[in-house]
């Protein structure tokens, strides 16, 4: 249950974050009508990605996720396990904070558009650690699948609110 508070400190960052540049910097948000769908996109991609993790059991694989092993050993520490709960809630809560900016991000809200890039962000580094693992195993790795969803929506996503 580490993992816990870092997890929550950064969503309230984000948030806060997201709240604070919009309202200094209004005139950065490049409001493209397409950024909304491929934000919607990404929430569903999201979805389908924690339904797979649920039924895959990722909680009870984690620590076999690329690069995890590596920090393990480096760090000496114990290896990484995720509480089925956790998980549950936290993907609730990531699906459902998602869910609540894409009315902000589809009205051009400048406080929503710092949120859609972590978003992109965080759901490329998602897709790339799973597929990565998935690869570097030579096998089904939980997650894999809709991962390769979850990067491709989030390089949409990103492409389309920077550029």
């Known amino acids: 249950m580490k993992v816990f508070y870092p997890v929550v400190f950064g969503f309230i960052t984000v948030i806060f974050v997201s709240f604070f540049?919009?309202?200094?910097?209004?005139?950065?948000f490049m409001e493209y009508p397409y950024s909304a769908?491929?934000?919607l996109l990404l929430c569903f991609a999201q979805i389908v990605?924690?339904?797979e993790e649920y039924f895959t059991q990722f909680w009870d694989h984690i620590g076999e996720?690329?690069?995890i092993p590596l920090i393990i050993k480096f760090r000496k520490t114990e290896p990484l396990t995720l509480d089925k709960s956790f998980f549950i809630a936290g993907n609730i809560a990531l699906i459902g904070?998602?869910?609540?900016?894409?009315?902000?991000?589809?009205n051009g809200a400048s406080w929503a558009w710092f949120f859609g890039i972590v978003i992109a962000f965080v759901e490329i580094g998602n897709g790339i650690l799973h597929c990565g693992t998935a690869i570097s195993q030579r096998k089904y790795y939980s997650g894999s699948v809709?991962?390769?969803?979850?990067?491709?929506?989030?390089?949409?996503?990103?492409?389309s609110m920077v550029i």
């Not at 540049?21 to 950065?28: A, K």
């Not at 809709?146 to 492409?159: D, K, N, Q, R």
């Open 49 to 51: 990605h924690s339904i």
């Open 97 to 106: 904070i998602m869910l609540l900016y894409f009315r902000p991000i589809e």
């Open 21 to 28: 540049i919009g309202s200094l910097f209004p005139s950065i």
């Open 65 to 67: 996720a690329f690069l």
């Open 37 to 39: 769908t491929f934000y």
């Open 146 to 159: 809709s991962g390769v969803f979850t990067l491709i929506a989030g390089f949409l996503l990103l492409v």
